[in-house]
């Protein structure tokens, strides 16, 4: 279903911009697009994500399209529908390449398929989008390949040669103004051009965020927003510093950002302190909102006691970024290892502080517990997991329903699922820095399920009602709750627990008592970090 709740605005600083035509509630839909203008697969993901849906699939369930051998789609329907949307065009293109072309190429030249006369002029949604061709020819190399791809989308088109400039103007639109098509979980697999979602400026401290399911993309308030406030979304990880934040907004959208989170330099702390989050009786179990108040209070007083006593915390944190950019090209798995150790290590200061979600603390978390899961040392990457989700993510994300944090939890109940399936002589090797009787003290069936009914709660406002998302969760619970009721009484008072329903003291006791097994865990995330190898 298509939903606006939004109308053009402008601003001498921002230009064009989008504000709110109601009072929305935080995890309102703003604007939900069915048929986003241009969507593109990404190479990477052509083999696992249908090339209509955008849905992923078991690589062996989706069928190539017989002629290009490019495109994948998940049902004949799908098929149909992508070759009368775009696909009748584009096929004999990717036929006669011999590799398959870059996305944005791909974009470009699908953009300029929606142009059949093109030449004549843009359709007024594009033709007043900010694209900064001025900015770019500035930059001779960067010009250069613009123009560059752009001849060579003007001759695939046959568009006329005279037109390149034209073309050009509009590959640095989707530059601006395209998106990162994402699964669910945030997860990367296209790009996404749609001229209305594209007005939506931004802010570090963002007031509404993109939602992908599928071919539907949506802007969906993360805080309450009034009639008539602009609509703002982050185009870079807000997480990061400053410093990082300015070079990258400069370099990819040639402007500074002025938001208050920028102007006065806050740390997420002080950030977590200042945004109204609601949170539930049942997250504060797992994670208590008003002992993060005040562990926010003391961690900013901490910050400005090292601030006095040191000049050098910022020198190191510049210096761990380089070592950040250096792991993400090493040669091999060890090496990324070992460097993300050693920024850690550089890092010692706020970790001796407890200042977990400080830049870029949080990003090397992240990063080292994707590369446990890239190498199947999943237990592993379950302890860091909840590590993160206990002291990084909420004040990274205040929100309870930020994507984020609910993807987070989505992921550590499977990750439990999974640790439940395992004979405990597996579990116990392969988590040996745990002492046994710890592990033999948490029941993963019912730590699965207990986080399964927090990320059931907050789903409809993260990813919205009726998703793939949120089915998927639902399956989930389903499935959990099936188990449950062969092994006992447990399952019942969870789900008493869940519904706000009077489960006396014993609901609240067992879910603390399930929490705290987890929070023993997280605590040896830093053992893990110490032994695990790739
Ligand atoms: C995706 S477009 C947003 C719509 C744009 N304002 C327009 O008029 O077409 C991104 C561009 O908007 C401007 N912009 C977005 N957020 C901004 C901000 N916080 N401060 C200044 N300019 C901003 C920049 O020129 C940026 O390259």
Not at 445 to 471: C, M, Q, Y
């Amino acid at each position: 279903m298509e939903i606006n709740h939004s109308k053009l605005t402008k601003d001498p600083v921002l230009g064009n911009g989008i504000a709110a035509t109601k009072d929305l509630d935080a995890g309102e839909v703003v604007i939900c697009i069915n048929e986003p203008f241009v969507t593109v697969v990404e190479k990477d993901a052509l083999e696992r994500v249908c090339s209509y849906c955008m849905l992923e699939h078991e690589t062996s369930s989706l069928k190539r399209c017989t002629r290009c051998k490019v495109v994948r789609y998940c049902s004949a329907e799908c098929q149909k529908l992508d070759w009368k949307l775009i696909h009748k065009n584009e096929c004999s293109l990717l036929t006669k390449l011999p590799h398959t072309p870059p996305t944005s190429f791909r974009a470009l030249y699908q953009l300029l398929l929606r142009y059949p006369e093109f030449g004549t002029e843009l359709d007024p949604r594009s033709a007043n989008l900010e694209h900064h061709v001025h900015d770019f020819k500035k930059d001779e190399k960067r010009w250069g390949e613009t123009m560059l791809q752009a001849k060579a989308v003007t001759e695939y088109s046959k568009s006329p040669s005279t037109k390149t400039e034209k073309v050009a103007t509009l590959l640095c639109i989707m530059r601006i103004n395209g998106f990162r098509a994402a699964l669910p979980d945030d997860t990367p697999i296209g790009l996404c051009y749609e001229p209305t979602l594209a007005l939506a400026n931004h802010s570090c401290m963002p007031n509404g965020f993109i939602m992908f399911d599928g071919r539907c993309v949506s802007i969906i308030a993360l805080n309450p927003i009034k009639k008539d406030d602009n609509i703002f979304i982050t185009y870079v990880d807000p997480t990061q510093s400053r410093d990082t934040r300015r070079a990258e907004l400069r370099n990819r959208y040639f402007f500074d950002c002025n938001c208050e989170k920028c102007m006065d330099d806050e740390n997420p702390y002080e950030i977590f302190r200042k945004t109204r989050v609601v949170s539930s009786p049942e997250l504060d179990d797992f994670v208590d909102h008003k002992v993060l108040g005040t562990n926010a209070g003391s961690r900013i007083a901490t910050i400005q006691r090292l601030g006095q006593e040191s000049q050098s915390l910022s020198l190191v944190i510049t210096k761990v970024y380089g070592v950040l950019q250096q792991s993400r090209s090493a040669a091999s798995q060890t090496e990324r290892l070992s460097l993300l150790k050693q920024a850690l290590s550089d890092l010692s200061v706020l970790k001796a502080n407890q200042l977990f979600a400080l830049p870029p603390y949080p990003i090397i978390m992240d990063e080292l517990y994707i590369a446990y899961v890239d190498n199947g040392h999943l237990q592993s990457a379950l302890l860091l997991l909840l590590f993160i989700s206990l002291n990084c993510d909420p004040y990274s994300w205040p929100q309870p329903h930020h994507p984020f944090r609910v993807t987070h939890l989505f992921t550590i109940s499977r990750l439990l699922k999974y640790a439940a399936s395992l004979e405990p002589a597996t579990l116990a090797q392969n988590l040996s820095c745990v002492p046994k009787g710890i592990l033999e003290g948490i029941d993963f069936i019912d730590a699965t399920h207990a986080v399964l009914i927090l990320v059931n709660e907050f789903a409809p406002k993260s990813h919205g009602r009726d998703t793939t998302f949120a089915r998927q969760v639902q399956e989930e619970i389903r499935e959990v709750e099936e188990v449950q009721r062969l092994r006992g009484r447990t399952g019942e008072i969870l789900r008493r627990w869940q519904s706000g329903r009077d489960s006396g003291k014993e609901g609240i006791l067992i879910a603390k008592r399930i929490f705290d097994g987890l929070k023993t865990l997280a605590g040896f995330a830093f053992t893990v970090i110490e032994i695990q190898t790739l």
